[in-house]
């Protein structure tokens, strides 16, 4: 089994910064994606940012304010969000997905990843 933990969510002012941390424990894949999604109240999951290898990938929405990277060594990925707006609030959440390679393929959609972490957090304040 695969643990996924993030964290690095609060309460931030409108045109703040945080960065997200997304740390996996347990098994582990010779290949995988992991994704950051998010969901506010009263809203569906959707689709943040993904990283394959070194492929990202983003949501229209976050595209040059959020940045998605990884660190293989420390097993953590993160999810650097700059330019924050009151609409990026709500619980963020990391997923993590078993592949057999690594390709330029953005796994954009919650029901193609398997582990999904506790979530986290982020309030922007405008």
């Known amino acids: 089994q695969v643990q996924l933990v993030e964290s690095g969510g609060g309460l931030v002012q409108a045109g703040g910064s945080l960065r997200l941390s997304c740390s996996a424990s347990?098994?582990?894949?010779?290949?995988?994606?992991v994704g950051w999604f998010r969901q506010a109240p009263g809203k569906e999951r959707e689709f943040v940012a993904t990283?394959?290898?070194?492929?990202?990938a983003y949501a229209d929405s976050v595209k040059g304010r959020f940045t998605i990277s990884g660190d293989s060594a420390k097993n953590t990925v993160y999810l650097q969000m700059n330019s924050l707006k009151p609409e990026d609030t709500a619980v963020y959440y990391c997923?993590?997905?078993?592949?057999?390679?690594?390709?330029?393929?953005?796994?954009?959609?919650?029901?193609?990843?398997?582990?999904w972490g506790q979530g986290t957090q982020v309030t922007v304040s405008s």
């Open positions: 347990g098994r582990t894949f010779s290949a995988y994606a």
């Open positions: 997923a993590m997905k078993d592949i057999r390679y690594y390709s330029n393929e953005a796994y954009s959609r919650p029901n193609e990843y398997g582990y």
């Open positions: 990283i394959n290898g070194v492929n990202a």
